[in-house]
Structures are given as C-alpha cells and as structure tokens.
C-alpha cells in the first residue's frame, strides 16, 4: 500500500517504468519539468511536436532532456500519434502540453482509434490525509461539470479503481454535501442516499460508500462522534465525491493553497492514465502527478 506522496515517488523510482508520450511538448516550463522527472527517475518520455522549436527552447534554456523527439508541429496529429504510442505499446501514459484540452481529448477519445473505454473520464486530486495516516482522494475536480446519479456512480468506480491500484483494497468512499442528512431541497443529498443503497446492493463493487457527509464529518473522527454519526465512513473516508466540479475545483485548490500540501492529479477512464497538470501547480506536485501516471500504468 503506498502510504505517502513521498512514498509514491519512493517506489516508481525502483520500477521498470513506461514512457510518457507528451503530446506539444514545445515550452521551457514542460522540458524542466521532463528534466527533472528524468534526474529523479521518476519518467522517460518521448516528445511530440515541433522539432525545431523544441530543440532551441532546450538549447537556449540548457535543458537536458534525453528523449525520442517525434517531429509533428500539428497539434491534431501529434495527439493522434501519441495515442498511436500507447496502442503500440511504446508509451504506457500521456500528457498533455501546449494544446487545447479538446484537441487532446478528442484524439483520446476517438471511438474508431482512440482510447475509449466506455467510461466517463473524471479527475482524482490525491494528497496526503491530514488525519492519521495514507493518502486521500477527491473527485471530480476538474473534468465533469454537473454530474448526474449515473456519471456520479462512474466517478466512484474510477476513483476506486485508482485506490486498489494503490493497494487500497476496499477504500471507503463518503459523498459530500453541505449537510449529513438527507433534504429533498438539497438533491445531492438525495443522491447520496441512493448510491450508498447501490453500494449496499453491490450495484458499486469493492468500495463502502456512505453518505451524504458533510466535510467535517467524513474526514474528522471527533467531528463525526460530535454530531453522533456512526458507520464504517464516518470520519475516516478515503475517497471524498463532490456534489460538482466546483465545489471540487474549490476545495482542491484550498488544500494546495491553504493546506500547503502538495496534490497529484490523476485523469482516469481512459485506457491509460493521463497527465494534465495546471501551469499554477507547484513543480513538486506535478512530478508527483507524473509519478502517479507511471505508478498506475506499470
């Protein structure tokens, strides 16, 4: 079980790791981040974009990247012959760099040559638990807007696919709500309701979900004995659910900025996980979100 951020990089340091396909790869900030990956033994990469630009961007900036550079300044192409990478089997995650996320994910996601499983595509922002000990999960931050009672039953299983691939083995899952009681004012506590008896009917495999929770309550033991809610979730939650993209964009950013702590973000739902960092994330979280992709892709 990897119990830390820093015990994640630890062990894909000792890994036979496959390469990343980093798809527009021409900007100093990407190659510092790929040079760092690589002195760390964190990733190898092959890039994909303009030759010429990214060979004088390294130049200029002294970067020591020693990667395959597959020359493709077509943003469109390049994503198509990233996922080409991983079908081959020559690349096992990608990462997106200079390019539209729609232009990326158009190219994952193409049906008749791309990496589509069927699944929604959510995003996982993983970050060392501020109680007791191991890593904690919140999902969706940044991909699905306004999840309905399906997409949000999709988002659990994504999420705890990645935590038994972390050896999580049966992780506890708490929806989260402004409240910890059902109000039929407030539809995602309804939600909540019913995808915790899903859950309890094993229509969601390998997980205890419960809810609805508020923060407090899902992550505090002495929150949750406060306010007298028992359970196998109550104050001890691996996986937190969002009611919406906002609220998790908020509350994933308030950990990094207010917590101080570093976040790995893994996109899952496709074939292989995919790396889509924030130019504002912190160097360390961004390799730490490489370290993931390569963890999970091994």
């Known amino acids: 079980m990897i119990r830390s951020m820093e015990g994640l990089k630890k062990s894909v340091i000792n890994m036979n790791k496959k390469k990343i396909a980093l798809v527009a790869a021409e900007d100093d900030e990407l190659l510092e981040l790929v040079e760092r990956a690589q002195g760390l ?3 190898e990469f092959i ?17 020591k990247c ?65 109680f007791g000990e191991g ?14 009672l399906t997409e949000k039953k999709q988002i659990i299983e994504n999420a705890v696919s990645l935590a038994r691939k972390l050896g999580y083995e049966k992780p506890k899952v708490a929806l989260i ?32 979900v419960d809810g609805p929770f508020a923060l407090d309550n899902a992550i ?14 109550a104050g001890c939650a691996d996986i937190l659910v969002v009611p919406n993209l ?5 509350l994933s950013k308030a950990i990094t900025y207010y917590g101080h702590k570093d976040v790995a973000s893994a996109v899952v739902g496709a074939e292989v996980p995919i790396v889509m960092t924030s130019r504002t ?8 979100s490489i370290a993931l992709a390569n963890y999970i892709s091994s």
């Open 41 to 43: 033994n964190l990733a």
């Open 47 to 63: 890039l994909l974009g303009d030759r010429t630009k990214i060979e004088k961007i390294a130049s200029e900036n002294n970067r």
């Open 66 to 130: 020693d990667c395959e550079i597959i020359d493709e300044p077509d943003n469109k192409k390049a994503a198509e012959k990233a996922v080409d990478l991983v079908i081959s089997g020559e690349a096992g995650a990608l990462m997106k760099g200079l390019l539209l996320t729609s232009t990326f994910l158009k190219a994952v996601l193409n049906k008749e040559k791309g990496l589509n499983t069927g699944k929604i595509i959510s995003q996982i922002s993983v970050f060392d638990t501020e």
């Open 135 to 148: 890593l904690q999960f919140v999902t969706d931050c940044a991909m699905v807007i306004q999840p309905n």
């Open 177 to 208: 709500s402004a409240i910890e009681v059902v109000n039929p004012a407030i539809n995602d506590t309804m939600e909540a309701a019913v995808l915790s008896k899903m859950a309890d009917r094993g229509q969601i495999k390998n997980a205890i």
């Open 220 to 233: 505090s033991a002495e929150a949750a004995e406060h306010k007298g809610i028992k359970g196998e979730v």
């Open 246 to 250: 906002q609220v998790g964009n908020v």
């Open 281 to 288: 994330d912190s160097v360390n979280s961004k390799l730490l």
